[in-house]
């Protein structure tokens, strides 16, 4: 009959008011107000978080366990003179994580030209850090120590580059929150900054644990 279908159609547009369709629900956070999206829950960041570094401790445990049954395997085991250089490395690391704290506080009491210095501050330290761990890997090679010249190099470089890396990625994130607009963002500053200084604190540790490996594993 003339009229049915758009009669059908009307009566399935009408069970909604005539009114646009219900948005689905998705992630956000407390940075937007559109309405438009269920919040996601601020634990669930941190959840997420959690699961990431379990990851990466399991991966680094692997590392490590390797390491010392290599080393207990055969006569071939050759002692890895340490770079002083990894020292220096090691104190620019410890003073980033005083810094990264410091500035978590600056953003906590909102004075956010003090936060933006600190943050910048930790964000150099990172890069820095990273530069010395080139120097001590072109040292060590100038020594005749490479890739491939012994297990305990090769273990070495194996570690601290893998170490290198994962750091690599938090500097991305300092780098994040250093240029992210907040205004329109569906996770807060302050959430980013604190997920980030967790991060970045458990790399430090991650470090001093590579390094008493590799100090008193030799």
């Given at each position: 009959m003339p009229g049915t279908v758009f009669d059908d159609v009307d009566l399935i547009t009408g069970s909604?008011?005539?009114?646009?369709?219900?948005p689905a629900a998705g992630?956000?956070?407390?940075?937007?107000?559109?309405?438009?999206?269920?919040?996601?829950?601020?634990?669930?960041?941190?959840?997420?978080?959690?699961?990431?570094?379990?990851?990466?401790?399991?991966?680094?445990?692997?590392?490590?366990?390797?390491?010392?049954?290599?080393?207990?395997?055969?006569?071939?085991?050759?002692?890895?003179?340490?770079?002083?250089?990894?020292?220096?490395?090691?104190?620019?690391?410890?003073?980033?994580?005083?810094?990264?704290?410091?500035?978590?506080?600056?953003?906590?009491?909102?004075?956010?030209?003090?936060?933006r210095s600190w943050w910048w501050v930790t964000t150099g330290l990172g890069v820095l850090f990273l530069a010395g761990q080139i120097i001590a890997w072109r040292q060590?090679?100038?020594?005749?120590?490479?890739?491939?010249?012994?297990?305990?190099?090769?273990?070495?470089?194996?570690?601290t580059a893998a170490h290198g890396a994962h750091l690599a990625g938090g500097i991305l994130a300092l780098f994040y929150v250093a240029f992210r607009p907040w205004s329109r963002s569906r996770i807060s500053q302050s959430t980013a900054a604190e997920l980030t200084s967790i991060y970045w604190h458990f790399m430090d540790g991650l470090w001093i644990f590579l390094l008493a490996l590799l100090t008193l594993g030799r």
């Open positions: 909604h008011g005539g009114g646009p369709l219900p992630g956000d956070d407390d940075g937007d107000s559109s309405g438009f999206r269920r919040p996601v829950p601020r634990r669930a960041y941190f959840t997420a978080l959690q699961l990431g570094l379990a990851a990466i401790v399991m991966f680094f445990m692997a590392l490590a366990s390797s390491y010392i049954v290599r080393k207990g395997l055969g006569t071939d085991w050759q002692q890895v003179l340490l770079p002083k250089v990894l020292w220096f490395n090691t104190a620019i690391l410890l003073t980033s994580s005083v810094t990264i704290m410091v500035a978590r506080k600056k953003l906590a009491a909102g004075e956010r030209e003090a936060f060590l090679a100038a020594a005749g120590m490479l890739l491939a010249t012994n297990p305990s190099s090769s273990f070495f470089y194996v570690l």
